[in-house]
C-alpha cells in the first residue's frame, strides 16, 4: 500500500474533534476501490494551483473509529452517516468500503451513489468495536476505506454522526470530525525590496552616470520562487518540483532602464530593454531547481548614461503545466534609485522667445542657507520644440553661493541650455539638502507685477 508521510504542516489535520470517539486516519486494510487505486492512510497537503475541473483527483481514504473505552457504544442497532465536505464518492460506497469486523452486521442504509457525499450504514453490535488498543486493529475497531474524489472547492473533511436506529439517540458525543487533505500554495514568489534607494552620484563624470557606492548601488531588490516540497501534486505522494511542474517563469520590471542599456541583472538574468526603455524583461526558466530558486538579487547595471530618478516594480509571471491553473501575477515594489542633491521639476517654463512674444518672464530664485557652495543643475524633460536639441544636464555658470541666492530667467536659462526650448518642463538639481534650500518661481506679467508659483522651503513644497 501507498504510505503518505504526515509533515509537520498536515499533522494538525488529524485531530478529531471534540466528541468522546475519534476518527483517525491509518491503513485499515479495505480493499481498493477507487479508480486511481491510490490509498491514502494519512492526512496529505496538496498544491492548490492543481486544476480539479481538468481531470479526477481520486483515491481510498482509510480511517477507523477509535474509541478505547469498553462499554462505551450502545447495544442498540445505530445508524452511522458519513459525510464528506469538498470531496464526492468516486464510485458507489458497498460493504466492501468497510470492515466491521468487530459488529455483529453492517449494511448500507441509505445514500452513498457515486457523485453523492453522504453514506448511512446500519450497523448491529456496534459496542464490539469499543475497548480496543491504540491503532487499527481488525476485529476491535471499525474501519473504513471510502473511493472519494476531491472538488477541490476547499479542504478535504470527513465528518460522522452515531445515532440509535430506534430513537436517534446520539451514541458517544454522536459526531467526529476528520481533516484528511489541505489545499495550500505550492509556489510562491517573493518580491522583496531591501528599504535603502540606490544612489547616483553627483560628482559623477559625466554627471550621475554612475552610483555612488553607498545605498543601495544598484540593488534594487531581490527576487525568489519557493516550490514547497512537502505539498504533493497527487494522492500518490508525488511531490512538487519546480522542475516538471513549471513551463516557464517571466520578469518583467517596470521604471526608468534607459541608463541601463547594458542589461538590468534580474536574479543572474540579463533582461531586455523594450523601445521605451521604461520595462525590461527576462526568461528565467533556465533558473528552475527542484525548489525553485533565491533569493538572487535584482541589479541595475551601469554603463555611463545619465542615470535618472525612477521607482521600480516587478511583476513575476509563472506558466504552471497542464492540469494546473496559473495564478496571477506576482506583483511587488523594490527600491528607487534617486538622484544626490536636491530636485525640483518645474512645469510649464517660458524660453525667452515665448516669455518675450508675451511681454513676460519666468524669475526662480534660489537661496542657500548653509555655510556651504552648491553646484546647480538643469535638465529639459519635455519641450514644446520639437527642432530642441537637447544639452542633456547642464550645471550653471557659477555655483549657488554659501548663504546666498542664484537667480535665474527665462533669458538665462535658455542660454545655458544653448537652444530654444519652447514651453518646457525642467529638472533643477541643486547639491544642498531640502532643509537647506529656499526655492521660489514668479512670473512677470506686461504690467510688471509678479506672481508667485510656488511656496515655502523645497521641503514644504515636496511634502505639502
Known amino acids: 500500500m501507498t504510505k503518505l508521510l504526515v509533515g509537520a504542516a498536515t499533522a494538525a ?73 469538498n470531496g464526492t464518492f468516486d464510485q458507489a460506497v458497498t460493504v466492501a468500503n468497510i470492515d466491521a469486523a468487530c459488529a455483529s452486521g453492517a449494511s448500507v442504509s ?46 478535504l473533511g470527513i465528518s460522522t454522526n452515531m445515532v440509535t436506529d430506534s430513537g436517534s439517540t446520539p451514541v458517544d458525543g454522536g459526531t467526529a470530525t476528520l481533516g484528511f487533505v489541505s489545499l495550500d500554495d505550492a509556489y510562491d514568489v517573493n518580491i522583496l525590496a531591501s528599504g535603502t534607494d540606490s544612489i547616483a552620484d553627483l560628482d559623477a563624470n559625466p554627471i550621475y552616470t554612475s552610483f555612488d557606492g553607498a545605498g543601495g548601488n544598484g540593488i534594487i531588490g531581490t527576487l525568489e520562487l519557493d516550490c514547497n516540497t512537502a505539498i504533493d501534486i497527487d494522492l500518490n505522494g508525488t511531490a512538487v518540483d519546480c522542475n516538471t511542474d513549471i513551463n516557464a517563469i517571466t520578469a518583467t520590471l517596470s521604471g526608468d532602464v534607459s541608463a541601463f542599456t547594458a542589461g538590468v541583472d534580474v536574479a543572474t538574468v540579463i533582461g531586455t530593454n523594450n523601445v521605451a526603455e521604461d520595462e525590461s524583461t527576462a526568461d528565467l526558466s533556465g533558473l528552475l531547481a527542484s525548489a525553485g530558486f533565491g533569493p538572487t538579487n535584482i541589479e541595475l547595471n551601469e554603463d555611463g548614461d545619465v ?37 525640483v521639476v518645474v512645469p510649464w517654463f517660458a524660453s525667452a522667445a515665448i516669455a518675450a512674444a508675451n511681454n513676460s518672464t519666468n524669475v526662480f530664485r534660489i537661496s542657500n542657507i548653509s555655510s556651504a557652495d552648491a553646484r546647480v543643475f538643469v535638465e529639459v524633460l519635455t519641450a514644446s520644440d520639437g527642432t530642441f536639441v537637447d544639452p542633456g544636464i547642464v550645471e550653471t555658470g557659477s555655483p549657488l553661493s554659501a548663504n546666498g541666492e542664484m537667480v535665474m530667467t527665462s533669458g538665462t536659462i535658455t542660454t545655458l541650455l544653448a537652444d530654444d526650448p519652447g514651453r518646457a ?23 510688471g507685477s509678479l506672481t508667485e508659483m510656488t511656496v515655502g522651503t523645497v521641503d514644504q513644497d515636496l511634502d505639502g
Open 307 to 343: 542615470i535618472n530618478p525612477s521607482d521600480y516594480t516587478l511583476s513575476v509571471s509563472v506558466d504552471l503545466v497542464a492540469g494546473f491553473i496559473d495564478e496571477s501575477a506576482f506583483n511587488g515594489t523594490l527600491d528607487s534609485v534617486v538622484r544626490e542633491g536636491t530636485t
Open 110 to 155: 441509505t445514500g452513498g451513489a457515486a457523485g453523492s457525499s453522504s453514506v448511512v450504514f446500519l450497523v448491529s453490535g456496534i459496542d464490539g468495536c469499543d475497548g480496543s488498543a491504540a491503532g487499527f486493529l481488525t476485529g476491535d475497531d471499525f474501519g473504513f476505506s471510502l473511493p472519494i474524489d476531491l472538488t477541490g472547492a476547499g479542504d
Open 13 to 85: 489535520l488529524l485531530a478529531g474533534s471534540a466528541s468522546a470517539y475519534d476518527l483517525v486516519a491509518a491503513n485499515t486494510g479495505v480493499a481498493s476501490t477507487s479508480t486511481s487505486g491510490f490509498e491514502v492512510e494519512a492526512a496529505v497537503s496538496l498544491a492548490a494551483e492543481l486544476d480539479f475541473a481538468a481531470g479526477a483527483h481520486n483515491g481510498d481514504f482509510e480511517f477507523y473509529i477509535d474509541q478505547q473505552t469498553a462499554g462505551t457504544f450502545t447495544t442498540d442497532d445505530v445508524l452511522l452517516t458519513v459525510t464528506l465536505t
Open 425 to 447: 518642463d525642467l529638472r533643477i538639481t541643486i547639491e544642498q539638502t531640502e532643509d537647506n534650500l529656499t526655492f521660489r518661481r514668479f512670473v512677470t506679467a506686461p504690467d
